[in-house]
């Protein structure tokens, strides 16, 4: 077998260089209730990033926040629902529990960011996992984009009470969210696979009054 | 519908974030084996229903996940305060208003809040 | 004569733009502005319904949602029947169609009056139960009369054109009710700069401010609105909603608001600019404070034959003159116990028509409107109250004498006045709806003569909602409630400037609710309390002489405020008669409370989107697409939907036929014992553990050991709580020393989560490990049967060999050219291998195989024969073979008990709890039914003696039951008492077709019992 027994966690690159073909999560939705185009009067837009690298990291704030700072350059939001990038915006941590952030990344680069987190955090006590096949982004953007989310979440998605910065784990109609709010025009919506085409189809209704379109 | 403060998130949320759990402060016994079966029975069975202030335990579902304790009158469903794992309630019935405060420097255990 | 009641100018209709409707089958014509109710009056239609018991024509009675008796149906089509839609509220459309909900064969000739006429007399309350009470079976025919008889609107029988939509809103403040006092609150939290969302449920916000007759400024009050909702309207963080009822008022000031967005318009929402908006919106508002301004219901008299067309309660009248400008009538005498209602009379002079007289209780009234009044001419009798109105489908005279002042008798020598329209005016209850909901008790104060609201922490009441009915008082009310609230949120208030109102001298109001009859009021002419439900002050008088003394009693006993306007009319005045007959004051007779919703709501507005294909979430696996286009039948597993089976075309079929389920089942099980099938297994739940005391962990969650489990290993876990009663199960893999990977069942992966949390968070805190969930990252596939290995290496370099890729091992490679994690378990009994890939590649893994596959007869199989082939190897299914009362004892699972593992694991110690040692509990045993094609059905009771004389004791059930292609019998899988200690006797089971089934108890392992298939 290929795991060695002094092992103590055992870390797996589950994405391959070879050109195998991908389906994303919402590539059934896509084909089973269209993408409707954006167009001039489409008040709001809606775009899937998908295939990026996400991972869960556990562990207290102090121990990983000096370990995100060395391997990603950025600091670890120890405020709950904090939400900070990198520079370019290529790179985000989301705080989710005391104990718990999101990280997301771009896509082929979350496994070398795992090893270097393990390898910085060594036998500190902490957890890393993989879940990048599991869930997607969902964007959204336009006027409408805010009372599209209040059809849609409980959370208070005024300004005032969800400014840039800032992400929460929520109720999404009768599934969950991780719901945040990178920049002042863009709304970013993180979504289980497997709950990929009920969000997907509940965003298109409550959509179409503002002639959602969808980027693709 | 509730309007809870969980202690983690540092916020109010709805109470469908949340799920309740049965009653705080049940400690699974150190030692089972040492239990009585009416000791073990009680752990397992027995729960208080008081009609006024009650602790429960949540846990914040569709959120943090953590869980917590909160003090609620189940009259008015009133939410008094509410506090982490391994802390005392400042609100009981005995003290509705609040612990005096040198009561609140009790010792407190984490051992708190499992249900069979 | 089309509207011959309507004036010529006034009002707040466009008489320049003319709608045309019908009612009942006649054409009418009506104004932008109308309400279907002021048009109705204006078109002179004085029977808008049949009374709900006795049948007797009813006319418009009120202007708002306190409205008894036009209710109606609305709707063109089928689709777009709307039963019990309130006249008052609904604002006239072009096409409009309404009928009355009650009538036959219609209402102004109605069969059913008959009964009323004949049985009036002797149909008390409780008449029905009374009557038809024996025999009881009978009921069910009686009931089907009555029903037809009685009963108010219909619901549509075709589906919903419109769709309905909700919105949730956070706000600090909600005023409800935008009047003087809502407006002036709203207005200064505004200037607060506070988030206000006010809310109004007229067609137009303002309220009382748009019909009232006196000025602000010295100009109509209804300026100033407009004034204040220019304001409004500019403000960012004022959220105005007019058409917006609040129905209910739930826990924390969560309040469900219900918008009309489009009813004004059509019966069917319009398309604007190609989209279609929602017909109504519920907004779900949590609130920081709330303020109620709902303002009060008048109250009319109680007096015989007050439900008679043309009798109204006094603002009522007013309304309909001032705001639509229509009068509904042309001689009107007034009955009233107070100085406000003299309005009604006043305007009604000004509308150029006859007041006959005002007929006050007071002895010597001299507020100033009473002034007014008698300076304008118009006589007032004093002391004196209308006893009885005449006139059959409409009021022809009024019975007027004096009254004793504490209104037990009739004193004088009665008069009969000649008046086509009776108004009354018994006082102002305040609109405590929405504070009952709270469960806060209203309270009666003695100088209103009204109850006013209870008021929980964070809720506050202004204006004539707590009885201060003054208009320059409400509206400082309503500012100074406001500022009150905004300290409450922590913020800093300031009073605004209020318009000038001049204050009017009122006298004092009088105690009036039931008039006095010449006759007993058990003997006397019918004076009715609740016109909807036709409950008469007879009948209360009576339910409290049957020893009704509860006022919560005596509404049921009477069915007083029952009915759709939930009594808002009526209430008080039956609260009051119950009092005076029980000799006890209001307060002590107390109020019913009242629950939402306010005002009757559609169902589509509570359910919102959450309908059809957007019900509950559906959630798919990553293979999906290929399900559906290979005819997959789904089951749903929770929220998943799980191919269930795959029905293939019939050979041969010319029309598309295919296989019956259990044809294909056994196609499916026989491929697997014979070649190799596929099974999509992705739903399975996946949690990923990392750290030092996962193991720890791990034995003290798993019944059975965990300490010597090592990287490359899985092994079966069961789970129990801690009553020692089996809730999950699953395998656990060691990926690494301290790195595990825990499957669950479908259904119990987020429950599992949760346990797995609590018992970490409040417990073992001390205990170093962390769970995730990775059930969505991986797309799980298993090949399984005699020919997987063959498959497998076709598109895989790993070593497959027996040897080094042992059953219950996993391993790390590549399949089909993805980074993959294979293991070695088998749910089916046969070799198997279950393929782990990231999900995004599944398609493409899953697509492989079946490129491989043709030749070795691979075959996708679905729930359906997963459930047989692991019960012929009696494998359980938590939650099916398991109820939580099983213990793994009962199961017979022994083996995987750590009986003496060191850590008193999550359910140890109850099992020897003397209920759970006792030797005849129900333990898991195999079925063979006596007859080979019987398939016993899963629930089915057991039993040992068919011959027991009843009652046969039960001695267990089938948990599992199908029919197997390998044995070609039927089998199933049971609890029975000690079962374990049976094996060969024969039990009995009772169908639900009458059959009795002999069956023999034997080992629940059907096929091969060494368990040497799956390790080949």
New interface residues.
């Given amino acids: 077998m290929s795991n060695t027994a002094a092992e103590k966690v055992r870390t797996f690159d589950t994405r391959t260089q070879a050109k195998i073909p991908v389906e994303s999560p919402l590539a059934y939705s896509y084909r089973r209730s269209g993408a409707p185009a954006p167009t001039a009067k489409s008040r709001v837009v809606l775009r899937e990033r998908p295939f990026l690298g996400h991972l869960v990291l556990r562990g207290g704030a102090i121990v990983l926040d000096e370990a995100v700072r060395e391997v990603l350059g950025i600091p670890l939001p120890g405020e709950p629902q904090g939400l900070v990038h990198d520079a370019d915006g290529q790179r985000s941590i989301q705080w989710i529990s005391p104990d718990e952030w999101l990280v997301i990344v771009p896509g082929g680069e979350e496994f070398a960011l795992e090893n270097r987190l393990r390898a910085v955090l060594g036998d500190a006590h902490f957890a890393i996992s993989n879940v990048s096949g599991g869930q997607t982004l969902v964007e959204l953007t336009g006027e409408a984009a805010r009372e599209l989310l209040m059809k849609s979440v409980i959370y208070d998605v005024h300004p005032s009470h969800f400014p840039v910065g800032k992400g929460v784990t929520t109720v999404f109609a009768k599934a969950t969210v991780i719901l945040r709010r990178p920049t002042e025009t863009r709304w970013e919506l993180v979504v289980r696979r497997s709950f990929a085409d009920y969000t997907y189809r509940w965003l298109l209704d409550a959509g179409e009054e503002y002639g959602i379109g969808v980027e693709r | ?3 809870i403060y969980c202690p ?4 109010t ?5 949340f ?1 309740p ?1 049965g009653q705080a402060h049940i ?2 016994p150190a ?3 040492a ?1 009585s ?1 009416e000791e ?2 009680d ?3 027995f729960r208080d229903n008081p009609r006024g202030i009650h602790h429960e ?1 949540w ?1 914040h ?7 917590f304790n909160v003090t609620r009158n189940t009259v ?4 008094l305060e509410t506090y982490k ?2 802390e005392r309630p400042t609100i009981t019935a005995e003290h509705p208003e609040g612990r005096p405060a040198d009561a609140t420097a009790q010792q407190t255990s ?5 249900r ?1 | 004569m089309s509207q011959f009641n309507r004036l010529t100018q006034g009002g707040r209709i466009d008489r320049s733009r003319k709608l045309s409707f019908t009612f009942n089958g006649k054409a009418y014509e009506g104004h932008t502005g109308d309400t279907l109710a002021s048009a109705l009056l204006a078109n002179g239609v004085d029977i808008v319904n049949r009374s709900f018991k006795y049948s007797r024509p009813r006319g418009i009675v009120a202007a708002g949602a306190e409205e008894p008796n036009a209710v109606v149906q609305l709707g063109t089509t089928e689709a777009a029947q709307v039963p019990n839609v309130r006249a008052t509220q609904q604002a006239l459309y072009d096409g409009l169609e309404a009928c009355s909900t009650n009538g036959w064969p219609n209402v102004q000739r109605d069969l059913m009056s008959l009964v009323g006429k004949l049985g009036g007399q002797f149909m008390p309350p409780g008449f029905y139960y009374k009557t038809f009470m024996a025999p009881a079976s009978l009921w069910m025919t009686y009931e089907k009369v009555i029903r037809k008889g009685a009963g108010l609107g219909r619901s549509p029988m075709e589906h919903d054109p419109d769709s309905y939509d909700h919105l949730n809103q956070h706000c600090d403040l909600l005023v409800i009710g935008a009047g003087p006092a809502g407006l002036a609150a709203a207005l200064t939290a505004a200037r607060a700069g506070a988030r206000v969302i006010l809310c109004d449920e007229q067609e137009e916000l303002g309220g009382s401010l748009l019909d009232t007759r006196e000025l602000l400024d010295d100009r109509p009050a209804a300026q100033w609105a407009e004034q204040v909702i220019a304001q409004l309207t500019e403000c960012d963080n004022v959220t105005l909603l007019a058409r917006t009822t609040a129905n209910g008022y739930h826990d924390h000031h969560f309040v469900t608001l219900h918008e009309r967005r489009t009813e004004h318009l059509g019966e069917t929402a319009p398309t604007v600019d190609g989209h279609r908006p929602s017909r109504s919106r519920m907004h779900r508002v949590r609130a920081g404070q709330v303020l109620l301004a709902t303002g009060a219901h008048e109250r009319p008299l109680v007096y015989a034959g007050n439900d008679v067309p043309g009798n109204l309660v006094a603002g009522a009248v007013a309304t309909y003159i001032r705001r639509y400008g229509v009068v509904p009538g042309n001689k009107l005498v007034l009955s009233t116990s107070n100085d406000y209602a003299y309005r009604a009379a006043l305007d009604w002079l000004e509308a150029g028509r006859e007041v006959v007289a005002i007929v006050d209780a007071r002895r010597n009234p001299d507020g100033e409107l009473v002034e007014q009044a008698r300076a304008r001419g118009i006589r007032i009798i004093e002391g004196a109250a209308v006893l009885e109105a005449k006139g059959d489908k409409r009021v022809s005279g009024a019975r007027v004498a004096t009254i004793d002042a504490e209104a037990f008798r009739v004193t004088g020598q009665a008069e009969t006045l000649a008046c086509d329209t009776i108004a009354s005016s018994g006082g102002y209850s305040p609109v405590i709806h929405l504070a009952s909901h709270t469960g806060a008790r209203p309270t009666w104060n003695d100088e209103i003569l009204g109850f006013v609201p209870g008021l929980v922490k964070g809720v506050h009441a202004a204006g004539s909602a707590r009885g201060v009915h003054d208009l320059a008082e409400g509206m400082a009310d309503g500012m100074a409630k406001a500022c009150e609230a905004l300290t409450a949120l922590g913020r800093s208030a300031d009073t605004i400037e209020l318009p000038r109102a001049d204050a009017i001298r009122e006298g004092k109001a009088c105690a009036l609710y039931h008039v006095p009859h010449e006759k007993p009021t058990l003997r006397g002419p019918k004076q009715f309390v609740d016109l909807q439900n036709d409950v008469t002050a007879a009948a209360i008088e009576l339910a409290t002489r049957e020893g009704f003394e509860s006022i919560e009693h005596v509404k049921r006993y009477t069915a007083m405020g029952f009915g759709t306007d939930q009594g808002k009319l009526g209430n008080i005045n039956g609260m009051a008669i119950a009092a005076r007959c029980l000799g006890k004051t209001i307060p002590e007779v107390g109020t019913t409370v009242f629950r939402p919703n306010y005002t009757p709501v559609t169902f589509g507005a509570i359910v919102g989107r959450h309908c059809l294909e957007l019900f509950d979430p559906e959630r798919y696996t990553a293979l999906h697409q290929w399900h559906v286009e290979h005819g997959a039948e789904f089951e749903d597993v929770g929220q998943w939907k799980r191919p269930w089976y795959f029905p293939k075309a019939r050979a041969g079929a010319v029309n598309g036929e295919r296989e019956s389920m259990a044809e294909a089942v056994a196609r499916e099980c026989r491929a697997v014992r014979e070649a190799v099938g596929i099974l999509d297994a992705s739903t399975l739940g996946k949690i990923d553990i990392q750290g030092p005391d996962a193991r720890e962990f791990l034995g003290r969650v798993y019944t059975n050991k965990w300490a010597k489990l090592v990287p490359g290993r899985v092994r079966y876990g069961l789970m129990c709580k801690d009553d020692g009663m089996v809730f999950d199960d699953g395998t656990t893999s060691c990926l690494g020393e301290n790195h595990f990977l825990m499957t669950t069942t479908t259904g119990g992966a987020a429950t599992v989560l949760e346990w797995l949390e609590i018992w970490h968070q409040t417990e073992w805190p001390e205990l170093e490990v962390y769970f995730n969930s990775v059930t969505d990252h991986w797309a799980t596939m298993t090949i399984t049967g005699p020919e997987a290995r063959k498959l497998l290496a076709e598109i895989t370099d790993m070593d497959l060999d027996r040897e080094s890729f042992k059953f219950m091992d996993w391993r790390e490679g590549v399949v089909a050219g993805v980074p993959a994690r294979v293991f070695r378990i088998s749910f089916t009994g046969e070799l198997a291998f279950e393929i782990n890939v990231q999900a995004n590649y599944a398609l493409h893994v899953w697509e492989t195989l079946f490129a491989h596959g043709d030749k070795y007869g691979l075959t996708p199989y679905g729930t359906e024969t997963m459930h047989v082939l692991r019960a012929e190897k009696g494998f359980i299914i938590a939650g099916q073979d398991t109820d939580g009362s099983v213990t793994p004892e009962d199961l017979g699972m022994q083996w995987a008990i750590g009986y003496d593992k060191p850590f008193s694991w999550i359910g140890k110690r109850a099992l020897s709890r003397p209920d759970t040692a006792r030797s005849d509990r129900k333990q898991l045993v195999g079925l063979r039914p006596k007859d080979p094609q019987v398939v016993l059905e899963e629930g089915a009771q057991i039993v040992f003696d068919p011959h027991h004389a009843i009652p046969m004791p039960m001695v267990g059930h089938v948990t599992s039951s199908y029919y197997s292609p390998t044995l070609d019998s039927g089998f199933a899988l049971a609890v029975v008492k000690g079962g374990q200690q049976k094996m060969g006797e024969s039990v009995y089971l009772s169908m639900a077709d009458g059959q009795v089934h002999e069956a023999e108890i034997v080992s629940p392992i059907f096929v091969d019992p060494k368990g040497e298939r799956q390790n080949v």
Avoid at chain 2, 8 to 11: D, H, L, V
Avoid at chain 2, 13 to 17: H, P, Q
Avoid at chain 2, 110 to 114: N, P, Q, S, Y
Wanted: net charge negative; aromatic share 12%.
């Fill in positions: 519908m509730l309007h983690y998130c540092g916020e949320r709805e109470e469908e974030e799920h759990k400690a699974r030692d089972p084996e239990c079966d073990w029975g752990y397992l069975f335990l846990v579902a569709v959120g943090c996940r953590k869980f008015t469903y009133e939410i794992m391994g984490l051992r708190d809040g499992v069979a």
